[in-house]
């Protein structure tokens, strides 16, 4: 592609140097670039790609896109592109170098604390069965509908991002069910992209290490739906909103002369709204009315948040273009969405569930889900991520305390931080509850394993399909899954 043609499309950038050349590739990392490439700059959280620049150059950037004016001396046989926004620059460059891949595919794309994945599984799963092609993008997977590989980050940057949806659309996937991270919103990385339904699912504490507000996590949250009401191109999207949340409801009031909603919930003002609700460890039953119209909803799924994020899914699906009849047949076979309320399995009785919560919220929901299976005792181990989000700590220590009989606090990732001192951060919401510290995550599966009795639920909360333990910065396999497995062996033969 020309340079002068990418160059031109880049909003409020002032040029100078060579236009005149073949662009091979669009990157904002210097280890990346390769003869021909663009450089885009990025000041970052942790560096600042203008440091970067002599290796750019040595490595045969074509252009530097940066926030830096050039320097006086600057050799014009290369571009120079001087924008006021770099990662703004990013994604506008990262759609046109892709020839705007969104414009090919149905794009759902999913907000909130929690229930993202979940909701992107499910809606994936029923794209596939009713157009036979759909990607996914998220925390666990990204499948381009050829192929799925794990992922590193929840939302890729843009020139990754827009990379994968190219692929999804020239692999002839009809659409594609994405999670967007509020850290992804704040750095613009899903900027330019064309959405034809904008899922919000639920906000609460998390992430304040980097949004330092409540206030400001919303707003991250809130972008999505501003990028909904400004993007170009012919898609009437849909905004389907949870409205039982109170964050859900101020989205609804603040945009709704501006969007198309769908909100659901259990409210009557919910367009979807959700009905009687059985459940029993094989799954979830519940009733949807939508449209004067009411649907039986089968589902695999435990939790009574997982009806929620049912709905989400299937209102995603019909903004979409689905009918609710095919998609609610299609729930039936929805997959295990690994690592979420998984059953690992059971000895003398007593089940083992591993789960991904890792907020207050997520922890107090997954505690009510397994309390509705009736256990004798809900023996709950769990830890809080290192280098993340401090206040959330007492708190997930209380919504355990409150949600189980037994608790036993471990690590989760402590990454730089000392494993003792998280716990105790977590103790300081715990006082007064039945608890014990196993700073070992091993041990402490095990040791839930082995003080568990016919009845009994243990959950272990955190790193659901992580596959690996981060300590003192170093990574080392570790999957809660395969943890348990072991620790319900290592129990069983001890009996035999
Ligand atoms: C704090 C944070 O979010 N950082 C993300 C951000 O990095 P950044 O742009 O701030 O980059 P930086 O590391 O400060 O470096 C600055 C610039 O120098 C460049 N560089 C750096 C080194 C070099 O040798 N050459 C070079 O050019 C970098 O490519 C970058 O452009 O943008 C990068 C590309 O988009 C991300 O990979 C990176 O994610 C880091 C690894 C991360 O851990 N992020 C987490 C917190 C995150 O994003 N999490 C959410 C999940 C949240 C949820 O699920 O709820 C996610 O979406 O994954
Ligand atoms: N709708 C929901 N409301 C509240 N809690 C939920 C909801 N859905 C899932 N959870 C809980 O939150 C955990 C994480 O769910 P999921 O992975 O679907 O969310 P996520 O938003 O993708 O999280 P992350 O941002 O960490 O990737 C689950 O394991 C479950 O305990
Ligand atoms: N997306 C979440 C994942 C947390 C998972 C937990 N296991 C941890 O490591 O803290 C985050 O980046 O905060
Ligand atoms: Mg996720």
């Known amino acids: 592609m020309q340079l002068r043609t990418l160059i031109h499309n880049l909003p409020k950038a002032t040029v100078s140097g060579n236009l005149d050349q073949q662009v091979t590739g669009v990157t904002t990392d210097s280890r990346e670039v390769v003869a021909g490439s663009i450089f885009i700059a990025v000041r970052g959280t942790d560096g600042d790609g203008q440091d970067y620049l002599p290796q750019a150059l040595e490595k045969g950037a074509c252009a530097i896109v940066s926030e830096v004016a050039p320097a006086e001396d600057w050799d014009e046989k ?31 794309g999913i907000t909130g604390t929690n229930g993202k994945t979940t909701t992107a599984f499910i809606t994936h799963a029923v794209m596939q069965s009713v157009w036979t092609r759909a990607g996914l993008l998220g925390t666990v997977e990204i499948n381009d509908g050829e192929q799925s590989v794990p992922a590193t980050q929840t939302t890729p940057g843009p020139i990754q991002l827009q990379g994968l949806l190219r692929q999804m659309a020239d692999n002839a996937c009809r659409g594609v069910a994405m999670e967007i991270s509020s850290h992804a919103l704040e750095q613009k990385r899903t900027d330019g992209l064309l959405l034809d339904v904008a899922v919000f699912t639920n906000l ?18 809130k972008r999505l739906f501003e990028l909904l009401e400004t993007q170009q191109g ?21 945009f709704k002369d501006r969007l198309y909603f769908i909100t659901y919930g259990h409210g009557v003002h919910a367009n979807m709204r959700i009905g009687r609700e059985t459940q029993n460890v094989r799954g979830t039953e519940f009733e949807i009315s939508y449209k004067e119209r009411e649907y039986l909803v089968r589902t695999p799924y435990i939790g009574r948040f997982n009806v929620f994020n049912c709905t989400a899914a299937l209102a995603a699906c019909v903004a979409a273009g689905i009918k609710p009849r095919d998609a609610v047949r299609a729930f039936a076979d929805a997959p295990q969405v690994p690592g979420r309320m998984e059953c690992v399995g059971r000895r003398d009785g007593a089940s083992l569930f591993v789960d991904y919560a890792h907020t ?49 606090v471990t690590s989760d990732n402590p990454r730089s931080e000392d494993p003792e001192a998280i716990i105790a951060d977590i103790e300081k919401g715990m006082r007064g509850a039945r608890y014990e510290s196993i700073p070992d995550r091993m ?54």
Not at 100 to 107: A, E, G, N
Request: a negative charge.
């Open 204 to 221: 609460s504490q998390d992430h304040l290490d980097y949004h330092g507000t409540m206030a400001s996590y919303f707003a991250a949250k």
């Open 78 to 108: 290369i571009c120079w592109a001087h924008v006021p926004d770099a990662r703004a620059a990013a994604a506008s460059l990262a759609c046109d170098w892709n020839d705007h891949p969104s414009k090919d595919l149905k794009v759902v």
């Open 443 to 496: 041990t402490a599966i095990q040791t839930a394993v082995n003080i568990s009795e016919e009845g009994d639920v243990i959950l272990v909360a955190g790193k659901g399909h992580e596959t690996y333990q981060e300590i003192a910065g170093d990574r080392t396999d570790f999957d809660d899954r395969r943890a348990a497995y072991k620790a319900l062996n290592l129990k069983a033969k001890s009996e035999e």
């Open 360 to 408: 207050p919220d997520a922890l107090e929901n997954a505690c009510a889900a397994i309390r509705d299976l009736r256990p004798k005792r809900l023996i709950t181990v769990f830890g809080c991520g290192g280098d993340r989000d401090q206040t959330k700590r007492p708190l997930m220590g209380k919504a355990a305390a409150e949600g189980s009989d037994l608790c036993i």
């Open 234 to 254: 012919n898609k009437k999207p849909t905004a389907v909103v949870n409205i039982d949340d109170p964050y859900g409801q101020r989205l609804v009031e603040e």
